[in-house]
């Protein structure tokens, strides 16, 4: 298994291994996915279909999905299988009947996944469910690849330095933060200027702000480049999902708002890149294909063969970019907002745009009003919340609970709101 390098990243203690510590990897390692049945999972057991004699599977979960977990359960001999819907214990016990998987229901059974002794873990739970999870295998000190961008969004106050504490090794899924974390591998954080992280710009890249407004959760959903789950599709169309990721950033590598700049590539095929003081960018290419940086996070320290397409320039033609536009699209300003408020804002941010987008997706309100609904929420919690340090999941879980119960009490007047 890869090491649990824990690196001192500035003055930040960081457990992203910055350099490739080449630590030998076993034969066979041991693998959990937490959230197999998603789309980041199905992405991750595609990887490990494809390379059975080096990886064996310890645990899967899922939510509610029982007939798909007890496939790829069945599929890969998988030695535990829980499903966080207790009322769905029997159904997967059933479903399992005759094979060796142990079964687990209720987020107990969620945490224990985790915490069983695989090597590597896929956190690809999504939302504010996969924090306690991911916590679990950081502190046993497992090779945790992240996803779930809402481990660091909501609790990445403290999510690092507790996986530097427990010498777990973050390995950043998220195609812009895996471009990342291969980009810095060249220099030193004091020749580190500044990080650049790419945009497709999402379905509504070229529309007016009156379009945007009115955009329906069919054109939402329809993502230009990328194949994702339904709520970070919308997030894609928004911008809201950059934002995240500008967060995710900030945590991962310890790197302040002024560090983090966005620019919009409609191709998608440079994902992330590094300006150096030599004035040096490093970029990481790559096909708009979740399988590569999972791939990376896999084979880590090493490299594997991946299945996805190899990169072909010429057939592309051309790369082109732009400035993001943070009037059209006010979710990227809120992030940058939300990162210099610090303290509990951030998971603010989240929340409110778990509750938008559910909103959205319900017909409650319309796509523009997802960004007011956000802002909204965080200026009331600005004004009148207890801005603490977060130092526990307990804490961000409890700035969760307060920011959605605000989001949901404002969302009749903004649904309302003209704009
Ligand atoms: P999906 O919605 O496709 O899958 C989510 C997975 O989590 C499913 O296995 C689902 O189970 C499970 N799940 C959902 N809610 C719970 C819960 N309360 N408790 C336990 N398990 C739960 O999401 P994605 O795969 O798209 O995204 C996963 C995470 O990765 C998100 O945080 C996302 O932001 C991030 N990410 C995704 C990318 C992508 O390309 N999709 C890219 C980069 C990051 P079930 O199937 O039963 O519902």
């Known amino acids: 298994m890869a090491s649990g390098a824990v690196l001192w990243f500035g003055d930040v203690m960081s457990a992203v291994p910055l350099r490739n510590n080449k630590a030998a990897a076993?034969?066979?390692?041991?693998?959990?996915?937490?959230?197999?049945?998603?789309?980041?999972?199905?992405?991750?057991?595609?990887?490990?279909?494809?390379?059975?004699?080096?990886?064996?599977?310890?645990?899967?979960t899922a939510n509610s999905n029982v007939e798909a977990l007890a496939k790829l359960a069945r599929e890969f001999g998988a030695r535990f299988a829980a499903i966080a819907d207790p009322t769905?214990?029997?159904?997967?016990?059933?479903?399992?009947?005759?094979?060796?998987?142990?079964?687990?229901?209720?987020?107990?059974?969620?945490?224990?996944?985790?915490?069983?002794?695989?090597?590597?873990?896929?956190?690809?739970?999504?939302?504010?469910?996969?924090?306690?999870?991911?916590?679990?295998?950081?502190?046993?000190?497992?090779?945790?690849?992240?996803?779930?961008?809402?481990?660091?969004v909501c609790a990445g106050d403290f999510f690092m330095e507790r996986a530097a504490k427990a010498g777990a090794c973050i390995l950043p899924a998220d195609s812009e933060h895996n471009a990342l974390f291969q980009a810095l591998a060249s220099?030193?954080?004091?020749?580190?200027?500044?990080?650049?992280?790419?945009?497709?710009?999402?379905?509504?890249?070229?529309?007016?702000?009156?379009?945007?407004?009115?955009?329906?959760?069919e054109q939402a959903l329809k993502h230009?480049?990328?194949?994702?789950g339904q709520k970070i599709t919308i997030d894609s169309a928004s911008m809201m999902n950059k934002g995240l990721e500008v967060i995710e950033a900030s945590y991962l590598f310890a790197l302040t708002p002024d560090e983090i700049d966005v620019l919009v590539h409609p191709q998608s095929i440079i994902h992330g890149m590094v300006e150096f003081s030599d004035r040096s960018v490093m970029a990481q290419l790559g096909a708009p294909d979740m399988r590569i940086p999972i791939a990376h996070c896999l084979g880590w320290p090493d490299r594997i063969v991946g299945p996805s397409a190899r990169l072909d320039l010429a057939k592309i033609g051309q790369l082109t970019f732009e400035a993001p536009d943070f009037a059209r699209f006010p979710g990227l300003r809120l992030a940058y907002e939300a990162l210099r408020t610090g303290k509990g804002a951030t998971t603010v941010y989240n929340a409110a745009n778990e509750v938008a987008v559910a909103a959205f997706i319900a017909g409650k309100i319309k796509f523009g009003a997802i960004a007011r609904l956000v802002e909204a929420t965080m200026n009331d919690w600005i004004r009148t919340g207890n801005r603490a340090p977060l130092v526990s999941a307990d804490d961000a879980i409890s700035v969760d609970h307060v920011a959605r119960n605000k989001a949901a009490a404002l969302l009749p007047q903004i649904a309302l709101k003209a704009t």
Do not use: H
């Not at 049945?37 to 494809?50: F, K």
């Not at 230009?224 to 994702?228: L, V």
């Open 26 to 60: 076993s034969a066979v390692r041991s693998v959990t996915v937490l959230g197999a049945t998603g789309s980041i999972g199905d992405s991750t057991m595609d990887l490990l279909r494809g390379a059975r004699d080096r990886y064996r599977v310890e645990a899967l």
């Open 224 to 228: 230009p480049n990328w194949s994702m």
């Open 88 to 152: 769905k214990l029997s159904a997967l016990k059933d479903a399992l009947a005759g094979t060796r998987t142990e079964c687990g229901a209720g987020e107990s059974a969620i945490i224990e996944a985790a915490a069983r002794p695989a090597d590597w873990v896929m956190a690809a739970v999504s939302g504010a469910a996969g924090l306690k999870p991911a916590l679990a295998a950081v502190d046993r000190g497992a090779s945790v690849a992240l996803a779930n961008k809402e481990c660091l």
């Open 187 to 217: 220099g030193d954080r004091a020749e580190l200027v500044r990080v650049i992280i790419t945009a497709s710009g999402g379905p509504f890249r070229t529309w007016a702000p009156a379009d945007i407004e009115q955009a329906t959760l």
